[in-house]
């Protein structure tokens, strides 16, 4: 019943920044773990940041001091700061809720970074 919708991608030259964004509806957020993956074309899904319904938070080695998770759950949306970003940021962005009885993805935002 949870929905989940990215936003927030695009084209954008190394270097730069962006801010996605992730709102969700039919559900209170309050109790799930969420996440960002990403999937560049012919690879697999990397997850690349974490944040814990109990606050703690996670970041893929590769985004480290770079990307910034965070959350709203009076708005249910959770939020991904991307800056510095490298040509191998490019890919399609999804995030992700995971609770008791739930695994929920969206349908995905495009990062390009390329000059």
């Known amino acids: 019943q949870v929905q989940l919708v990215e936003s927030g991608g695009g084209l954008v030259q190394p270097g730069g920044s962006l801010r996605l964004s992730c709102v969700g509806s039919g559900s209170d957020f309050s109790f799930y773990d969420m996440y960002w993956y990403r999937q560049a074309a012919g690879q697999e899904r990397e997850r690349v940041a974490r944040f814990s319904a109990g606050g703690i938070l996670w970041y893929g080695d590769s985004v480290k001091d770079r990307f910034t998770i965070s959350r709203d759950n009076a708005k249910r949306t959770v939020y991904l700061q991307m800056n510095s970003l490298k040509p191998e940021d490019t890919g399609v962005y999804y995030c992700?809720?995971?609770?008791?009885?739930?695994?929920?993805w969206g349908k995905g935002t495009q990062v390009i970074v390329s000059s």
């Open positions: 992700n809720i995971k609770g008791l009885r739930e695994n929920v």
